[in-house]
């Protein structure tokens, strides 16, 4: 099955300002007047709006239509939501892109029948997360990409191969997938213009010589895939994954210390939250920064024990390699955290709530003070009376002038 969400950035901003609903709305970053719709959701559809379309022409076709701004975490967030749910389901399965993922349902065929097992999974998702998905199913993982879109929204669409002829074959051969403008192009300019007839091709010697001179290999590799024999496994999600980073660029290089750490942290929560959501522990992090002038990769790393996978050691690693190997007066482009050494493990770090916190165990203070921090994007100070009337304090409190927030234990 290939599960899609849909609308899926746009869906988002929907499910937190339920006004949006009904009403067009794109998301997209304006600048200047420039920038691009990422998504939009169905209402503004309707005025032909699509992904990837400049901002102004979105509004010549829909001047109604709300833009609102892209708020990557929050979509991440939501996925990852979504895909804990389709992972009870199913332990065979990729994450194709942010809001897609295949998975392999054979197992559960002895019970339910393809049809019952994609409603389970939508109710489910759509109960826990209150988003809406749409479902392909087939025998064939590019079949059931290609059915997932079939039906949006909210739509299950089987694609068996009997089925081939009049679900699939009538389509122009550029809505197949994987095959771009340039591939469409080249097989309409010989007239090949339905998948039907990419399918069929070999029935047509002459033709099919002929194409086979200009395509090369590929072409018998795309007539496979039109008739439902791609072939493509799913991709085990850990085995896929030798090592897990994140890094992000700045339009202004950062050039003191507390914020390049203050921008490694969100780098290093995100990446914990993936290596956690994937149930894997890691044996070593690097981190890394592009520094502006020479625009040269610095790159330092420390290995530690599988054991500490709690994120207080691995913030404090993170801490340590970053603060031990800033120079003053660099100038810092881009910054980026990585794990490597991935194995599969149990989920060592919990979420944690303040009332199952335990005031005098300074490490689990710490993560909540992480977890605040995280939350209101600023940092967040510990100050605590110890059960000895010892007071403890974060040692970075002593030369900060401006404290935003404490949390006394
Ligand atoms: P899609 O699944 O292609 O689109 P969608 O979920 O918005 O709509 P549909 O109902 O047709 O599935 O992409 C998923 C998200 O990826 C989408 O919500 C926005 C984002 N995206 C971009 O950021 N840039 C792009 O060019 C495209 C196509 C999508
Ligand atoms: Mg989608």
Redo the contacts with the bound molecule.
Sequence with gaps: MTI???????SCEELRNPELIGTPMG?GFELNGRGIV??ANYAARKFGVK??MPIFKAKQLCPDIKVVAPDHDYYQDKANEVFNVVYKYSKIMEIA????CFIDVTKLTNKYTPLQIAQMIKNDIKKKTDLTV?IGISTDLLLSKMAS?MD??NGITTLWIKELKDKLWPLPVGDMYMIGCKTSEKLNSLGIETIGQLANLKNNHELYKKTRKIMGVNLDKLINEANGESKREIEDVVSQLKSLSKEETFGTSLTDIESILREMRKLLKYAYERLQYRKLNANSLHVFIKVDKSFKRLSVSKRFDRKDNDWDSIWSIAFELMSSNFVEGMSVKQIGVGFSGLKEGERVYEQLTLDSSQVENIPHLQSIADDASWSVHEDVFIGSTMNDNRRYEDKRLIDRDQIKFKIWG
């Design positions: 899609d969400l849909d609308a899926f950035f746009a998301v990422t998504t992904s990837a892109s942010i809001d897609e749409s879109g949006k929204p």
